[in-house]
């Protein structure tokens, strides 16, 4: 039995060949040529606390009260953070939050809205 690659973006296993020299995955939609799949760049998926996969651009609420370092402040659980940023670092997201300025955050946090 042939077994197929799993999605380069979101690792889903459930991708299929449409006929037409290409694999899609039905979870992120995302197409990749069959010829390409074996020397494919595997990108780093960005997942929220709910497992969903996160974008550059998406808006993200925090889900627990957050004491960033060096701050007198808190940001509170349901903060809205629009327009993200993923980065390759400790903290994956890069971002700026009303009342605080440029922020860094860890996936863990958030939830996409």
Same mark, same amino acid.
């Given at each position: 039995?042939?077994? #197929? ?11 299929? &060949?449409? =006929? %037409? =020299?290409?694999? !899609?995955?039905? @979870?992120?939609?995302? @197409?990749?040529?069959? %010829?390409? %799949? ?6 780093? !998926?960005?997942? &929220?606390?709910? =497992? *969903?996969? #996160? ?18 402040? +808190? ?5 809205? +953070?629009? *327009?993200?940023? #993923?980065?390759? %670092?400790?903290?994956?997201? &890069?971002?700026?939050?009303?009342? /605080? ?6 996936? @863990? /946090?958030?939830?996409?809205?």
């Amino acid at each position: 039995m042939h077994t #197929l690659p799993p999605c380069p973006l979101c690792q889903s296993a459930y991708t299929y &060949d449409d =006929g %037409a =020299g290409q694999y !899609v995955c039905p @979870e992120c939609a995302h @197409e990749w040529p069959i %010829a390409g %799949a074996a020397t494919a760049e595997t990108a780093r !998926v960005y997942k &929220d606390a709910s =497992g *969903n996969i #996160l974008q550059d651009g998406d808006t993200v609420t925090v889900i627990k009260d957050l004491k960033p370092k060096g701050s007198g402040g +808190v940001i509170k659980q349901g903060t809205k +953070v629009k *327009n993200i940023r #993923l980065v390759d %670092a400790d903290h994956d997201i &890069d971002c700026k939050i009303d009342g /605080f300025g440029a922020m860094s955050l860890k996936t @863990e /946090f958030v939830r996409k809205v």
